[in-house]
């Protein structure tokens, strides 16, 4: 296999292979060409058209192989590397309206290059060793990473030992002297079919008695075992019908799936955890560190929207009105809050043990945290400035092809200048955004991926020092100490 160079070359790369996915009770063929996956694959191969033009934005150098990669494939070596990582995202959010999939991988491994460091250090292991090797060839051929954490988690009140049926978390059901075999599904992983490789990584904190469960390693996405079931989202079988006059974004949608584990194979020098349940917590932290800043891509999937919004406004006839004009700003300041939030967590990084670089924690999560609101806020806008059309729009079919074509176009134009096709589309694209297909993007992804809204509230109240901050009120005011 040759280096991936671009857009061409990538999907050449994902071309002609032997995956198991399922849509809808059926085997897909060729992902490339199913219509409801096509927009997915081409959202990630704008990260490789990205870097083809601007590389300056979205390759770095690699220091194992000397040579330019994607960005996705870096690791942080300082802050302005993260800080490049949230430009790079707000851009490809801009540019695809939705997921474009990439994070994830470049997040795990992120952490995985400080977590791995830090397991050798304790327990004497050579798992960092194992993962720069991994590292080193993904950067070689510049190949997608995704990563794969989120189990299906049965009773979440039990830890993974304790559930009835022991395969509701990925753990290992055998080993030999060449390595373990996995057993287990990951549910909702994000752009899977579309990697070359998957990282497995446990999903919470471990126990001593979920030591099977305690499994990172590194996966082949094609290799024996594997089955992926395809996300069913609302009006996915829009991009089905003939036209595709409904769908909104006329390129680009995300990408869920589930993944089935059957005994999986994973060699030893692809694992970079066996077993050290101790670590799994710190593993989880860092990257949700990571990818909670990563979701300033919603603030360039915001920039869509706002745009959509203000110019359905304008062909309303109705931007200058001092209110709709206030609501513009309301959209943008809630979206610059995400923007804001996540490059400050960035450019407040640190080095960690292993010589990388992680962004700050608590402002990571205060940056999820906002996502996890403000994209529904920007949404509820949106679907103000749009009117009510947005939710009662005869199909394309009819607009376009039907007997009631020529009256449809007249009694849906909007102000004089602008023809009702123009208008017909803007709306699809703020329907699709708020409650089409990529509302998954814009919407439930801000709202669960990388954690639901409660998991930032606990590292929000663990990382913040309370009696620091007493200590200020107490001293202003005169409160004598106490003993
Ligand atoms: Fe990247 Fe955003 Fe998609 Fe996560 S939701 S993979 S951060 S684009
Ligand atoms: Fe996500």
Same mark, same amino acid.
């Given at each position: 296999m040759d280096k991936i160079s671009n857009k061409e070359t990538y999907l050449e790369s994902i071309s002609n292979r032997d995956l198991k996915i399922y849509l809808m009770g059926e085997l897909v063929k060729d992902p490339l060409t199913h219509p409801i996956i096509k927009p997915s694959i081409e959202a990630m191969a704008e990260t490789y058209d990205l870097a083809v033009k601007e590389p300056e934005l979205a390759t770095a150098k690699s220091p194992y192989t000397g040579e330019y990669i994607n960005r996705f494939l870096h690791i942080a070596e300082n802050n302005e590397d993260l800080f490049l990582q949230n430009k790079m995202q707000r851009k490809l959010g801009q540019l695809t309206?939705?997921?474009?999939?990439?994070c994830v991988g470049m997040d795990a491994f992120n952490a995985l290059h400080s977590v791995t460091f830090e397991i050798d250090e304790k327990y004497k292991t050579n798992y960092h060793d194992n993962f720069i090797k991994f590292l080193t060839e993904m950067h070689k051929y510049n190949l997608v990473i995704g990563g794969a954490m989120t189990?299906?988690? !049965?009773?979440?009140?039990?830890l993974p030992h304790e559930q009835?049926?022991?395969?509701?978390y990925l753990r290992i059901v055998d080993r030999n002297e060449k390595g373990v075999y996995v057993k287990g599904a990951k549910a909702h992983q994000t752009g899977c079919i579309n990697s070359h490789w998957m990282v497995v990584m446990p999903t919470l904190r471990l126990s001593e008695n979920d030591k099977d469960y305690a499994i990172v390693g590194a996966i082949p996405v094609d290799a024996e075992g594997i089955t992926y079931i395809y996300g069913r989202q609302s009006c996915d079988t829009r991009s089905m019908e003939? !036209?595709?006059?409904?769908?909104?974004?006329k390129y680009f949608a995300g990408q869920e799936a589930m993944v089935i584990f059957d005994n999986v194979f994973i060699p030893n020098e692809y694992i970079f955890m066996n077993g050290e349940y101790d670590y799994a917590a710190m593993l989880v932290e860092r990257f949700t560190t990571y990818h909670r800043r990563s979701y300033v891509c919603k603030a360039g999937v915001g920039d869509v929207l706002i745009g959509a919004a203000a110019t359905i406004a304008e062909y309303n006839g109705v931007e200058n009105a001092s209110h709709i004009k206030d609501k513009i700003v309301e959209m943008n300041k809630l979206n610059e809050t995400i923007y804001a939030t996540g490059i400050a967590s960035s450019l407040q990084g640190s080095e960690t043990k292993s010589g990388n670089y992680m962004n700050d924690d608590l402002l990571a999560n205060v940056c999820k945290q906002h996502v996890t609101k403000e994209t529904y806020e920007i949404g509820r806008l949106a679907q103000d400035l749009a009117g009510g059309l947005v939710g009662s729009m005869p199909s394309g079919v009819d607009f376009n092809?039907?007997?009631m074509s020529e009256d449809l176009k007249k009694y849906l134009k909007g102000k004089d200048d602008i023809n009702a096709e123009d208008r017909v589309k803007i709306l699809r694209l703020i329907e699709n955004m708020t409650l089409g297909r990529n509302a998954v993007a814009y919407l439930t992804e801000s709202m669960h991926g990388a954690g639901s809204p409660q998991a930032q509230r606990v590292q929000i109240s663990r990382k913040v020092d309370i009696e620091q901050k007493k200590d200020f009120a107490k001293k202003l005011s005169g409160v004598k100490e106490r003993d």
């Open positions: 309206g939705t997921c474009f999939q990439r189990d299906v988690k !049965g009773d979440r009140s039990k009835e049926d022991e395969d509701l003939p !036209g595709e006059y409904d769908v909104g974004n092809e039907g007997e």
